[in-house]
């Protein structure tokens, strides 16, 4: 299947017309994003969006966290944990990244390289987040959205991302990071994009198995006595 965790979320029919397309381009789940500030508002348009997607698309929510202060990120998480089919901090700080790969409650750290000159992640930072099951997130739209000397260092921040990735073998998913249509490209573009930059067929293909695994731990989350075992209830 082809996941894609963070389709940045706004109102109904936004919503509704995102859906509509990622599904036209091949796309079979999607995960709305909405920082801590937006999240409640965009659970309650749920029901309506279940109403008009029913035949159109699988969605659901990730909770993107964004916040420089380390604490607000840690209670943000404890408060919607269960309520969020993915938790995501936004990086680029170091010790945001460096929160976020350490915190078994979050599930994806995306975008370690923001605003900086480096890819955000170094061996420390890739051994806790293997440790810690956080996948790490690169997104098309900081590729398609910028230009010239800055896109050339995105895709580098990308290269030096992969470099770690085959070394360490953290989890590593894909997203579009869409925010409105004109943002979605068809599955088959989005995979040629990440194999110009240097993913294998391989590797993308995991990646959309690492997305698909998060949503199904998060499903199983309050029966999880520790990653990898789960509680089965004996209803006989």
């Known amino acids: 299947m082809f996941f894609d965790l963070n389709v ?7 919503n509704i017309a995102l859906a509509s397309e990622a599904s036209r381009y091949g796309w079979k789940h999607i995960n709305f994003s909405y920082n801590q500030n ?41 408060k919607f944990r269960n309520k969020a089919s993915c938790i995501s901090v ?31 992640l170094n061996h420390v930072l890739a051994k806790e ?9 690169l997104c098309f739209k900081d590729v398609l959205r910028s230009y010239l000397s800055h896109r050339a260092k995105v895709i580098s921040n990308f290269k030096d991302i992969y470099v770690l990735y085959r070394k360490f073998e953290f989890p590593l998913i894909l997203s579009s990071r869409a925010e409105s249509v004109f943002d979605i490209r068809t599955t088959h573009d989005f995979i ?45």
């Open 129 to 137: 987040a293997l440790n810690n099951n956080v996948a790490i997130e």
């Open 192 to 236: 040629a994009f990440f194999k110009q930059t240097g993913l294998s067929n391989d590797e993308i293909n995991k990646s959309f198995e690492t997305s698909g695994q998060i949503l199904e731990f998060n499903r199983n989350r309050d029966q999880m006595i520790f990653s990898g075992v789960r509680r089965i209830i004996d209803e006989a």
């Open 90 to 120: 936004v990086g680029g700080d170091l010790k945001v990244n460096r929160a976020a790969v350490e915190n078994v409650k979050v599930d994806v750290l995306s975008r370690p390289y923001l605003k900086r000159f480096d890819s955000g």
């Open 38 to 78: 937006e999240f409640q508002e965009g659970l309650d348009l749920k029901e309506n969006l279940e109403n008009n997607l029913a035949d159109v698309i699988d969605f659901d929510y990730t909770l993107e966290i964004k916040s420089t202060n380390i604490n607000e990120i840690r209670k943000v998480t404890n």
């Open 8 to 14: 940045k979320g706004a109102g109904l029919e936004n």
